[in-house]
């Protein structure tokens, strides 16, 4: 598991992101636990991103600590999101974690999905 140091991180979690992440993770209860984040093909705009509590680890990940969470980026999904920011949205449309990817060419109404 690489960590960057003495860069940015490769992805920026936002507090409100962190804050939810650590909710999950203590409402979960299991030791190890880290959120991943993962690009994988589908989605109505060609790729979608896909969200996990999870306490594995492999060789290629990158690992991000803001504010006492972990997030974990494998290696081929980090070509995707390099740069962008996690964030957590509570509002009138509901509560969910929105990436804002500068790789992105476009993305689906819903947020969840985006092309190159």
């Known amino acids: 598991m690489a ?7 490769p992805i920026r979690v ?5 804050r939810r992440i650590g909710e ?7 030791p190890g636990l880290k959120f991943r984040i993962a690009v994988e093909g589908g ?25 006492g969470a972990e997030v974990v980026v494998d290696g ?4 995707y999101v ?10 009138l449309s509901g509560a969910y974690f929105k990436v804002s990817n500068p790789n992105a060419s476009s993305s689906c109404g819903c947020g969840s999905s985006f092309s190159v």
């Open 3 to 9: 960590e960057i140091k003495g860069r940015p991180d």
């Open 14 to 18: 936002t507090p409100a992101a962190a």
């Open 24 to 30: 999950l993770v203590r409402k979960d209860g299991r």
């Open 43 to 67: 989605g109505c705009s060609g790729f979608r991103y896909k969200f996990a509590l999870d306490d594995s680890s492999f060789p290629d990940d990158v690992t991000v600590r803001a504010e």
């Open 76 to 79: 081929m999904s980090l070509l």
């Open 82 to 91: 390099l740069g962008a920011e996690l964030d957590f949205v509570d509002d």
